[in-house]
């Protein structure tokens, strides 16, 4: 990483039908997380690819989260297994290109997570701010 | 993917949500901000974009300077997509050349804190979004031709009931059954609660009508063997005996039904002492006993109802509740009093479920005198057999877990419904999945309670868990309508936001079809070479084959790598926020007037016109929730469009009339 952003640049891959609803309701209960967050959402997460992924490092972001649907994906029960083998590829990826594996991270989000969603942001935050690689 | 045109005519309309947006967010410089991007050749502030008058206006600024795309930063597009679809479409361009940005719910509510910050998020993800509809493409639904005709498979009185119904709109129909007989469980029940109506006659008179209605096809001793095609054009090849048959048909109902609960051996002395059987067993006895009641020879004075047997397990497989048994042990015991003398029933449950009308079922059987004993399920009944008696233990709950030793003649031990046990023969031919209970699922309880994730198939009766007669036969019935209402025209429509295969790129590695889930990816010969190809009418859009492919040859429509990358170098770009230009005046240039309104608003200030009102009085005469209402007519306040009148008599709500709004105009 070149700079550091004094706020840690997130990207969030969310879910058209679960998370990012999710996401929507810490909004509209005024739960407040970094501003530094931004959110891409998708019908799924098992579609990311990682080169968007190594894309938004290359682009100067801090972090990847993604915000996945887990065992609620409506799609497959395959979900998990495949959204984490993208998460395993975008890792060697980003060794390859000097990024610390530690600035990507998952976790199952639903449609009324929006206490843990702040939360998860918040700590994430932390953790990349703090981070030296 | 291959170099795209871009978009190079944006129109974009930024929202104050009527200070919602614009209370936090700069919405001036991220108009401003927004003219500057590549492409952009309109860029607005507008109050609420979501207005009828906004909408007119989009239109001619569509029309009248020629754009191609737009973008529209407002609320969550959970809320508007579709409107702002619309409008694309009512202007002329193409619907998918329409991004909605989510200002709101994930900018000025979520960083109300920080507005400096949300606007410097807010121009990012504007950007984003304009970046997004350059790349993005014009899609048209996909229409595929539907066959008037249904499977329904399963002719308990879920499937009849509802074979009955698809006829009766014009559907042909063709009814599997796999065994001999039709009717399912409730063929061999006798009275019924809560109409006493007998099962048998339900099911002989569904038969009788079914008979007569020439659309309908049934066949019994049958068995679903394959199904192939899509929504509309489904094949389903049957088999009877020896004979295949390929029916055609544009969409499949399930409705194959339940399994009653059969007990482990031992589980509460279950085939290990002769008194101890479960209630369908129980239910074939009393129908087929005389004038008094006789079982192993012996005359039954006295029975034993174990409920909750095999269900409500906290740490077993079957956490549910059944909800049918309760009212079914108390239905018979019902039958036994009212068919024989001088029998005493126990009734060792642990709550009892008698909801809605069946309630009175379980009043009478208190007033019958029938002793009810509550167990918990840690402490769970313990039966044994003595001498020509069985014997139970139980801690009743209801005298302080004092326990007691009850003799009796038989148990009757109250299971639940569970899944087929050959229900995964069906889930796995038309791909539909089952829920943690195993029972099939369905997209949405609540919202989409018959359908399922496989377009075109649908789910109705006990398949999709517990459930009495007439549960059973709404699902089935409303699964019924909406079959029709797919099949009732010559083409149906399709959300385009599928799978491509750059058939350039592809290699056949076959890589893609083998995540795929619905089958939807097959060979095609292309070019020479064999390539991947996408099925239209089976893909459901969901990606999983995307990042899979070693060519990068697949994409989802609207998620390509051009609009990703596109967004993501749109929240990249530095952002510069000047301090002294804070969020706009309420109202923007003129103030606001009332065509510029929500509906919402214009409604509350047209009852507002008669006269003043509570909240609560608002609610009731707009038919809305009160939160709403409250929600609205504050922002009204603020903006000085009402204004507070005095208490109501109670002294606990404020009466609101109009402030600055004369006229309503509707
Ligand atoms: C003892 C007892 C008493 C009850 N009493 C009452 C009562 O008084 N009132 C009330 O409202 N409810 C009562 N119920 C509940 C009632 O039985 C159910 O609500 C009803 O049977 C549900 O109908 P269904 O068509 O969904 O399922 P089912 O009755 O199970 O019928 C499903 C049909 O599908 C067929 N089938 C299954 N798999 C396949 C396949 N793969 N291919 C082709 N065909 C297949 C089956 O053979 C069957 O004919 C009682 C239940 C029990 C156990
Ligand atoms: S309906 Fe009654 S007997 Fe059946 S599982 Fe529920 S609580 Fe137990
Ligand atoms: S994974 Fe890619 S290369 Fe392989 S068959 Fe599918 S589209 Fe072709
Ligand atoms: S998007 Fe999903 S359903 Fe469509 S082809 Fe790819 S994996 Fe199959």
Redesign the interface.
Request: aromatic share 8%; with cysteine.
């Given at each position: 990483m070149e700079k550091k952003h004094s706020?840690p640049?997130i990207?969030v891959f969310s879910t058209d039908k679960i998370s990012?609803?999710g996401?929507?309701?810490?909004?509209?209960r005024?739960?407040?997380?970094s501003?530094?967050?931004?959110?891409?959402?998708?019908?799924?997460s098992?579609?990311?690819?990682?080169?968007?992924i190594l894309?938004?490092f290359k682009?100067?972001?801090d972090g990847v989260f993604i915000a996945a649907d887990g065992h609620e994906c409506?799609?497959?029960?395959?979900?998990p297994e495949?959204t984490n083998r993208?998460i395993e590829?975008s890792q060697v990826l980003m060794k390859e290109n000097g990024i610390s594996p530690k600035r990507i991270r998952m976790a199952a989000i639903c449609s009324v997570c929006a206490e843990p969603f702040a939360s998860h942001m918040n700590n994430f935050t932390k953790i990349l701010a703090e981070l030296e690689e | 993917m291959e170099e795209k045109q871009k978009k190079e005519r944006i129109g974009v309309y930024i929202c104050h949500c009527g200070g919602n947006i614009s209370d936090y967010v700069d919405v001036a410089q991220m108009r401003d901000i927004a003219k500057n991007e590549d492409g952009v050749v309109v860029s607005k502030n507008v109050m609420f974009a979501c207005a009828d008058s906004n909408q007119k206006e989009m239109i001619k600024d569509i029309q009248g300077q020629n754009l191609d795309a737009i973008v529209v930063a407002s609320c969550?597009?959970?809320l508007h997509l579709h409107t702002f679809r619309n409008v694309a479409s009512r202007a002329g361009i193409n619907p998918y050349n329409y991004t909605q940005v989510?200002i709101?719910?994930?900018?000025s509510?979520?960083?109300?804190?920080?507005p400096k910050?949300?606007s410097?998020?807010a121009a990012?993800?504007i950007r984003?979004g304009i970046h997004k509809v350059a790349y993005s493409e014009a899609l048209e639904n996909i229409e595929v031709s539907s066959t008037r005709a249904a499977v329904v498979i399963g002719a308990g009185v879920s499937g009849m009931r509802a074979a009955i119904a698809l006829a009766k709109m014009g559907n042909q129909v063709y009814l599997i059954e796999k065994e001999k007989t039709t009717g399912g469980h409730v063929a061999n029940l006798g009275k019924l609660f809560v109409t006493e109506q007998s099962g048998k006659s339900i099911a002989g008179s569904l038969l009788e009508e079914i008979k007569k209605i020439t659309s309908i096809t049934l066949f019994t001793e049958a068995s679903v063997e394959k199904v192939s095609g899509s929504l509309g054009n489904f094949k389903v090849d049957v088999k009877t005996g020896t004979e295949t048959l390929h029916l055609a048909a544009g969409a499949i109902l399930v409705a194959t039904g339940f399994d009653p609960y059969q007990p482990k051996e031992g589980e509460f002395g279950y085939s290990q002492f002769p008194g101890v059987i479960t209630l369908p067993e129980f239910r074939e006895l009393i129908d087929n006993s005389g004038e008094t009641l006789i079982y192993n020879n012996r005359k039954i004075k006295s029975i034993a109802y174990i409920y909750c047997v095999g269900m409500r397990q906290t740490k077993g497989e079957n956490k549910y509740c059944s909800r049918v048994c309760c009212t079914t042990a108390i239905h018979s015991s019902l039958l036994v009093h009212e068919k024989f003398k001088n029998v005493t029933a126990y009734h060792l449950y642990r709550d009892i479920r008698t909801y809605g009308k069946q309630e009175v079922l379980y009043e009478q059987s208190s007033k019958n005198g029938d002793i009810y004993l509550k167990y918990e399920e840690k402490t769970p009944p313990v039966v044994s057999q003595e001498g020509n008696h069985l014997v139970i233990k139980i801690k009743d709950e209801l005298t302080r877990r004092q326990e007691m030793e009850l003799e009796t003649d038989l148990v009757v031990l109250v299971t639940g419904m569970v899944p087929r046990s050959d229900h995964e023969a069906i889930s796995g031919i038309l791909k539909i999945?089952a829920g943690n209970d195993k029972f099939y699922n369905e997209?949405h309880p609540k919202l989409r309670p018959v359908e399922t994730?496989i377009n075109g198939v649908f789910i109705g009766g006990s398949c999709q868990g517990p459930k009495n007669i007439s549960e059973s036969v709404q699902s089935a019935l409303s699964a019924a309508v909406k079959i029709n209402a797919l099949t009732k025209n010559p083409t149906i429509n399709l959300e385009p936001?599928i799978a491509r295969v750059n058939f350039e790129a592809c290699t056949w590695c076959g890589k893609c079809a083998e995540?795929c889930?619905y089958d939807a990816i097959h060979q095609l010969e292309m070019y020479g070479k064999i390539v991947a190809s996408v099925n239209e009418a089976t893909c459901?859009?969901?990606?999983?084959c995307?990042?899979?492919c070693p060519a990068?040859a697949i994409d989802?429509a609207q998620?390509s790598?051009a609009e990703?990358?596109g967004?993501?170098?749109g929240?990249?770009q530095k952002v510069e926020i000047s301090e002294e230009a804070g969020a706009e005046a309420a109202g923007g240039e003129g103030g606001i007037t009332m065509k510029d309104m929500p509906q919402v608003w214009r409604r509350i200030a047209s009852s507002l016109e008669t006269d003043p009102k509570t909240i609560p009085a608002l609610a009731k005469e707009l038919d809305l929730n009160p939160e709403l209402i409250t929600y609205n007519l504050m922002t009204m306040n603020k903006y000085s469009l009402v204004e507070a009148a005095g208490m109501d008599d109670s002294d606990e709500y404020y009466f609101y009339k109009l402030k600055n709004l004369k006229h309503v105009e509707n």
């Open positions: 706020r640049k990207l990012d609803p996401i929507d309701q810490a909004g509209l005024k739960i407040h997380y501003p530094a967050v931004y959110v891409i959402s998708l019908p799924c098992s579609g990311i690819k990682p080169r968007w894309h938004a682009q100067g972001f409506s799609y497959s029960p395959r979900c495949l993208i590829e | 969550s597009p959970k989510n709101r719910e994930q900018c509510w979520a960083h109300s804190d920080t910050e949300a410097v998020k990012g993800l984003a999945p997209i994730v936001i995540v889930e459901k859009g969901c990606g999983m995307a990042p899979v990068d989802i998620y790598n990703i990358e967004m993501i170098d929240f990249a």
